[in-house]
T-cell receptor, first 112, second 109 residues
């Protein structure tokens, strides 16, 4: 069966510090991978998606970046965090057709 | 771009039936999905409609009308554990999902 791992669960970072969130998928190959962000009490905003190794599409221009160094690994990064980067970050994967997303448990990021 | 509209909050009592509507505007529409999210947790998939009509999965059903750009999620025999946020999401090109802002369902005894 397929599983998705996302860590850490919570993170408190000072403004201006770097960020690296990692997500890995097991039990499937060549998945679509996604990073979403959710502000408190709000909907999910698509940040990045990837249909293959090294292929990253950005939905919202900002100081975040994503990389896919391996087929089942997706990394969200920032060189310098802003207060507005606080939120609940969710990694997800889907089969090729994308009808069904499977989400990781999420990372609650607080930038202070 | 895509936009979705759904009510911000719905209240109901245990055992009742509730319908959560979703209207959308999008290009390259492939289908409509529904997700449930409990407070502090991650969204979980409930249902998908790629064609017009009703899809039934246990106590939950979802409906789509492509000509009306409209869908709904129907929850029957409500239980306290159904209290959560419910999101509709449009699937468009490159298998990307755009989510609505969510409907908070409050089920009372």
């Amino acid at each position: 069966s397929q599983t998705i791992h996302q860590w850490p669960a919570t993170l408190v970072q000072p403004v201006g510090s770097p960020l690296s969130l990692e997500c890995t998928v097991e039990g499937t190959s060549n998945p679509n991978l996604y990073w979403y962000r959710q502000a408190a009490g709000r909907g999910l905003q698509l940040l990045f998606y990837s249909v293959g190794i090294g292929q990253i599409s950005s939905e919202v221009p900002q100081n975040l970046s994503a990389s896919r160094p391996q087929d089942r690994q997706f990394i969200l990064s920032s060189k310098k965090l802003l207060l507005s980067d606080s939120g609940f970050y969710l990694c997800a994967w889907s089969p090729r057709q994308g009808e069904k997303l499977f989400f990781g448990s999420g990372t609650q990021l607080s930038v202070l | 771009g895509q936009s979705l509209e759904q009510p911000s909050e719905v209240t109901a009592v245990e055992g009742a039936i509730v319908q959560i509507n979703c209207t959308y505007q999008t290009s390259g529409f492939y289908g409509l999905s529904w997700y449930q999210q409990h407070d502090g947790g991650a969204p979980t998939f409930l249902s998908y409609n790629g064609l017009d009509g009703l899809e039934e999965t246990g106590r939950f059903s979802s409906f789509l009308s492509r000509s009306d750009s409209y869908g709904y999620l129907l929850l029957q025999e409500l239980q306290m554990k159904d209290s959560a946020s419910y999101f509709c999401a449009v699937i468009s090109g490159y298998s990307t999902l755009t989510f609505g802002k969510g409907t908070m369902l409050l089920v009372s005894p």
